[in-house]
Structure formats: C-alpha cells, structure tokens
C-alpha cells in the first residue's frame, strides 16, 4: 500500500497548487471589473469623499496583489472591514463578505449548498444506476430489440437540453396530470418525504439526461471490454456469463465510467445552475445568478472558487480512486 | 477479408459509402441539411409569412387569461403560423427561425474557430513536444477543471455593457471549447509523429511547417472532422443555456433559450404551453439532427477517439 | 497406443458474415490420447485457432459448429452452456498466445489462478489461494508466496505465460491446448516454457493439443502432427513422418521454410510463394493448388476435383491430402 499512499499525496499535493493558481487567476479577473461595486454601497448622494470611504471600507483602494492576500488570509485567520463600531467581521474560514446581503460569503454558501447537494446527489445516484445498467444490458444484447431501444432513449436524452425536458415535465406532471409539486424545497431535516417529493423531478429529469450519456459509455466500453482476450480467457476457465459480465467485463468498464461520474457530479455540486432555475429552487446557480444581476462581485468570485474547488476535488477523488481500481496507475 | 478491395478506395470515399449505409447518419443529415436551409433563409422565410419579430399584437392576446394568445394552439394561425408571444403577441414564427439562425450561427462560427485553434494547438504541441507540450497538456487540464457555465455566467459581470453580447458569447464558447479537441488531436498527431513516414520527412530535412501541414494534417483531418460535427450540437445546447440564465443575446434579437426561459411562467400556470412547444422543439430538432450526424460521422470514419495519453 | 481422451471427427465451422457464410474449418479430425502431444501446424488463416475454440465452444455466436468432440468419449457439440462451463478450465483447459491480454490487469495474478481453482472446486479463498501458491511454484515462479499478490504487468513476460500455465492446470485438466503459447517471447524464454509444458505433461500425463507454425518447437515435444491449410487438413502422421517423409507440398513447403542443424545446410532457406487463401475463396480443387510447385505433374485434377486424405508409407497413420502419389522431394 505504500505505492498508493504516496501517490495518494502526490496528486493532493497537485490538487492544492492547482487550486492555489485557480484562485490567483480568478480573483485578478473578477477585480479588473470596469464597474465599482462601491458604487453601489456607497449611497446617495455619491460625493468622491463617500465613494473613498465605502472603497477604504470594502478595502477595493489596496492593489490587487494585496487584496488577493487578504482575500487568502481571511481563509485562514478571518477578516474584519472598517474599524470600531462599524467594524464588520468575517470569521474564518472567510471567502469574502458580501456587502449587498450583509453577509459573509461562506455563510451564504453553506446555506445553499444543501439545496444543490440534495438535488445533484439525488439524480447521480439514480442516473448511475439506470445509466450502468442499461448500458451493459445494451451491450449484451447488441443489435437487438433491448439495445436499440436504449441506444434511442440514450440519444433522445442527449438531444434534449436539461431545462426544456424539465419545464415538460414540471407541465405533464405538475400541471396536467397535478402528481408532483412542481417548484419549492422541503430541508431533509424538516420531512424527509416532502424533501423527496419536492425533489423527484429535478431527480428524474437530470438522471434522464445524464444517463444518457452513461448509457452510450457504458455501452461502448462493454462492447471493446467483451472482445479483450482475457474475457475469452475467463470464459475458457468455466466462469459463468454473469460472472464474465459483472467481474470481468464490467471491472475494466469502472475506470471510465467513474471518471465521468465524479466530473460530472463535481459539475453539478458547483451549482445546478440550469435545474435551479426551471424548479425555482434557491441553490448554488442561483446565488450566482442574482450575484452577477446585483455586481456582488465577493459572491461571484465565492461561488467560483467554491465551483472550481468542487471540481479539482472530484477531480482528485476520481484520481485516486482511478489507482485503487488499476493496479497499473498506482503500482509504479 | 475485404481489405484487398477496400484498398484501393481513399479512406474518405469508404466513410460516405459507410455512412450511406447507415440509417441515422441518413436522417441526420436530412434534417441538418433543413436546419440549415431554414435558417441561411430565415429572413426570407420571415418576408413571406408577412410577420417581423419585433411588431407587438396586443389585440391578438386575452386579458382575461393574463394576456395569453387568444385562440387554441397558442393562437396558430394563417398570419401567425407558429401562433403569437404571450404578453406581447409578437410572432411566434419569426422568433422561432430567427433564433435558429441566431444559435445555428453561433455554434458553427465557434465549432470553426475551435476547431481551427484546436487543430493548430493539438497538432503543434505533438509535433514540438517538450516544454511546449508540457504546458499545453496543463492548460487543457486547466481549462476542464474550469466551472465552465459558472465562469460563463460569471463573466457578465465584467464584460462592459457596449461590448456585444453575440461576439462574447463566440468568445467564451471557444474559449472553453477548443481545448477538448486539441488534447484529442494531440494524442491522434502524437502516435503519428512516432510512425516511420513523419520520421522519414524529418529526416530529408523538411521544415516543421511542412511535415505539419503536408504530413500531420491531411491524416488528422478525419479526426477533427468527426470531433467538430460531434461538439456542434453541444454549442447549441450550451448557446441555448446561456439564453436561457439571462446572459446570452439580448433582446430583441431573438434567441431559442431566451424564449424558452419567457415561457416558463406560462407553463407554471398553463395558461399557454404552446409558447415551449415551437422553440422547444426547434431546439431539440437542431441538437438531435447535428447528434444523429456527428455519430453517423464518427461511426463512418471509424476513429477510436481516445481519452488516455 | 493408449485411449484417446479427446477425439474430434469432421469439425466444420462455418462462420456467417454480412460477405456470406465462411468455413473456417472444413471437416478435419484429430485425436489425442493422455500424455500425448499432438501438434497441430498451419500459416494463420489456417483454422487451428479456430478449431481449439470450436472444442472449447468458446467461438462467437455467429459461428456455427458441426461434427463430433468427444471427450472421453462424451459428445460436447450442442451440449448446454451450463454444462460446458463445468468441462471448460476444469477437463480442457486453454493456454493463450499472449499472456499479457490473456490476464485481467485489474486482478492479481493469485486471484486469478485461485479463481480458475474455485470455480471448479467448492473450497474457500483461503483454500484456493494456497492451491494458487503452490500452482506457481510449480510452474516455477520464484518466491511464489509473495509474488502470488502481484499484478500480470508485474511480471515480466515468460513469468506471465508461467501464470497463464499454472491457471490452466490448477484443476489437474485432462487436456491442455496451448494456442502458440511461445509466440510472444524471446527465443530463450521460448525454450524454458516449452520444457515447462514439456516437463507438466510428464507430470500429470496431460493430453496436450499444442498449436503452432514453429516447428522447431513440434519437432521437440509433439508426437503426432497435424498440418491444417485452408482450414482442410493437408497432411498428418507422426511427428516422424512429417519431418522425414513429408508427402504433402505444402509441408515440405514448411520444412524449407525452417532452418535445420540436421542436414546440410541448403544454399538458403525457401519460401512458400503466395499467401495463403482466405477461408471460403477456393471452392473446388486443391486449395493449395495456385502456390503448388507440382501442379504440372499432376494436371487438370488439381483444379477441378479436390484430394481427400489418403495413406502414405510411414508409421502408422500417415495420409495426406494431395493427388500426387508420390514424395514430391523426389521429383526436384
């Protein structure tokens, strides 16, 4: 296990550089902004001398460099804008203070993350079961009945952007036929049951589409994984079709599938941004969308780097999971 | 068996007999051939319904229903073939060609400047390799770990309000988008760098230029070809996202995920479903016909695209 | 001569493809008797490979098996998969070419033997495993307690076809078919795993089947031969009669073609003109008729009517398959 603890801490530290370089990068872009989010914290009438006060205060007349350190050391140590009374504080970790809502950045986050999460971990479980499944069933039975049928749905689901199938729907079943509700969200903690109810079709919806493509993956990696010559070996040991298929054939399909898997649902937790907004659900997307209508450039600049934090995570998750699976990436 | 007689027919040739052979290909490239005659004569088509997109009709919509069309089908009619927009009754039928041509434009413009740019990266940073690779292969990891949609979304922010929204669009799709077929052409040119017939015109002394225009890129081009027809249909979709979040064209040009996202509240309340029905249908015509072809594309040039190095 | 464990009378295998239907092999018989060697030689395309599938009924489903297989004296064309499973790796075992594709690179090399072992045998891992141990040792891996952990592309690649080979014979297997199991290794590593295979087949008096177109390799274990052109039998006998009083072209073809220490040596090694048919292209006449040499001393027969197995002089059953009734080295 050495061999794989190391390379475990190599790509954690590759991650954290990556991450590190990401947010230098993202912070210089978003702080190049024409309009002064001073502007508008700075009240009416704007004299010069209250525009200089607001940007002292929201520290927007230090240099770039500098604000990005402080930005860096509020991570770890918390910050505090202005001083005495007035003072407002962002306990660590801090990712910047949104002046607009009054808040801290990771609060507003943390508050809807649940919201993201329950809709994007919900659908990934549901469209990896039906995507996997489908895919190897479509693979066995190549050229039949069972395999166009699910080679069409695949190529239905890809065809169709997530926010048309979802506004259908939210209109055949929400409104025709009144089974589900169509907008809202119930916390788990609140009823587990409404939390699902409310959630179903998101669920249904995005797994529909994303399996899609787990349908065409699976599919063609089963079909190259039943030709490779150590299937026919395991096939001339006496194992079982079953047995060919599931811990043979479908062991070398994992590496792929997983890889898609963990980008796809690091994408997702980012935000659901397209979901959120078909289902009027206030998650991640679409603390953004309101950030950007409203210059609240901290929140923009947070829910980024929480996106691409999310990502560089499955990222490395998939990576080390990708050594346990392959001998071969971790064994030297 | 057949590769005796297949030899003599160029590879190209081979792919258009194989894909006649194929069924979807066929569709799809029936119905792309339409979504582009619709939409290179969507000015016309829209002098010959008689209707603009711009002009409202009031007296076509029903207070009573919150100034949904009156009439069934979301007021479908001689003059307004797709019916009108709710709230304002402009014609639905000139929205709906003129925003195919909006998102048709735009995804084949960046599938161009993508696939040029990619091609030109890919290729060179096999060819050169070294450093220039190195850091390539680190800019195309950069730009995968990227939260594309949130950055997309994100960069409306900065972007000053004269600069125009259609040319940041182009821009932002292709800066996010050449970077997968590059890597895919880099690791297609890097196993034919290592082959004996670029090695042969190095070693006569041919210019890099010339081994990468003469010897890379004629073997390359099937490749590229299956990747670009295959992330068309992908730049619609997202060409039609960004419409949707608010931050893609903006009105009153019309756009598919624009009137899309306006019909939400109609399909809320059902008072008028039909204002989804056209351009969501639209839409997905235009997504699943460029699917059906780039499939049928890659499927006739037979190109394993390969995601490992 | 003692019992033969596998006997196979007029195999047919016809493949259907969208070209038509394909014979791949067209009506040949073999048997092998316990601790015997029987060797069956041919240019690729000849259906040998294509032959041990059919008796392992391993061939895809577009292809279609006639004839006879019997296993002590068992028939097993058309015998349910289920049982078949039950005599695969267990009765008849299979040695691949290449061992690297031959082996699942996501399983160690241990697992895999142990599998083989409990597929046939109900006994738990542990059992199985130790069984896998010793099987290696056998086979002669070195330090085989630890190395049986290992994973195939850890090893190098005569140590992998050792593992390959104690796989096949972890269930003591009545018959082994080595399908060019030398092929894809150095000449000196050729020679240590024909000894090997050579030295288990004492030990276990297993039937060996071994296919090949080395036949410096048959000359050393095999003692009858088999030579396939065509998918037709061309010529078979001992391995006596194939090197010294070879009656068919295109086994003297083969002979020429294979550089000797034991009779002068020839001004230079010679080549069989031409490349072989593939399967189903030559309908009547001889199929080796457009690259015989003899063709002329026979006349119009060889292109209309084609030659069945006929005796030879030799030591026992020696026939060949060809209109000339004489040894055509006779002629030169």
Known sequence: MPDLLWFVIRRLFGAALVMLALSFAVYLVFYAIPADPAHLACGKPCTPDRLEQARHFMQLDQSAIQQYLSFLKGIFAGRTFGDGAAAVHCNAPCFGYSFPLARPVTTLILDRLPITASIAIGAAILWLLFGVSLGVVAALNRGRLLDRLSVGVALVGVSTPSFLLGLLAILVFGFWLNMVPVNGYVPLTESPVDWAWHLITPWLVLAVLQAAAYIRLTRAQMLEELNLDYITTARAKGAGETRVVVTHGLRGVLVPIITLFGLDLGFLLGGAILTEKVFSMQGLGDLLISAVAQLDVAVVVGVTLFSAFLIILANLVVDIVHGVLDPRVSHG | MSSSVAAAVSPTRQALRRARKDRSARLGAVLVVLLVLVAAAAPLLVKLSGQDPYTYHLDLLDPARGNAPKGALGGVSSDHWFGVEPLTGRDLFSIVVLGLRTSLTIAIVVTLVTSVVGTLIGISAAYFGGWYDAVASRVFDFLFGFPQLVFMIALGIIVPAGFPRWLLLILVLSVFGWASLARLIRNQARSLVAREFVEAARSVGSSGWHVITRELLPNLLGPVLVIATLAIPGYIGAEAALSFLGVGVPPPTPSLGRSISDSIAWVYTGADPWFLFFPGVALFVAVLGFTLLGDGVRDAFDVRLRRTT | ?332
Not at chain 3, 30 to 57: C, D, Q
Not at chain 3, 257 to 271: E, F, G, H, I, S
Request: charged content about 25%; overall charge negative.
């Open chain 3, 1 to 332: 001569m003692a019992e033969p464990v596998l006997e196979v009378h007029d195999l047919h295998v016809t493949f259907t493809t969208e070209g038509g239907l394909v014979p791949a092999v067209d009506g040949i018989d073999f048997s092998v008797a316990p601790g015997e060697t029987l060797a069956i030689v041919g240019e690729s395309g000849s259906g040998k490979s294509v032959s041990s599938a059919a008796v392992m009924g391993l061939l895809p489903s577009n292809a279609a098996t006639t004839g006879e297989v019997l296993l002590d004296g068992r028939e097993l064309i058309g015998l349910p998969n289920d049982e078949l499973r039950k005599i695969r790796g267990n009765d008849i075992a299979l040695v691949f070419q290449d061992a690297l594709s031959a082996l699942n690179p996501y399983y160690s090399v241990g697992w895999q033997v142990a599998e083989a072992y409990r597929l046939h045998h109900d006994v738990s891992k542990k059992v199985a495993h130790r069984r896998a141990v010793e099987m290696l040792d056998k086979v002669g891996i070195p330090d085989a307690a630890r190395r049986v952990d290992s994973y195939p592309h850890e090893f190098s690649g005569g140590m992998r076809q050792r593992v390959v080979i104690a796989m096949a014979l972890v269930n003591d297997p009545r018959v082994l078919i080595a399908d060019e199991p030398t092929t894809a290794l150095d000449v000196t590593v050729q020679a240590q795993i024909i000894r090997l295979l050579d030295d288990v087949q004492e030990e276990f008096g297993t039937a060996l089947v071994l296919i090949s177109h080395d036949l410096g390799v048959v000359a050393e274990v095999a003692d009858d031969v088999l030579v396939m052109y065509a998918g037709r039998a061309a010529e078979r006998g001992t391995v006596r009669d194939l090197f010294y009083r070879a009656a068919h072209p295109y086994s003297l073809g083969l002979l020429g073609a294979m550089p000797r220490v034991d009779v002068p040596p020839k001004p230079r090694l010679t080549t069989i003109p031409g490349t072989p048919p593939s399967p189903g292209s030559i309908r009547t006449g001889c199929p080796f008729q457009p690259r015989c040499a003899y063709t002329h001393l026979v006349g119009e027969r060889c292109i209309t009517e084609r030659p069945e197995l006929t005796p030879r002089p030799g030591e026992g059953d020696h026939e060949a398959a060809c209109h000339l009734g004489r040894r055509p080295e006779a002629l030169l």
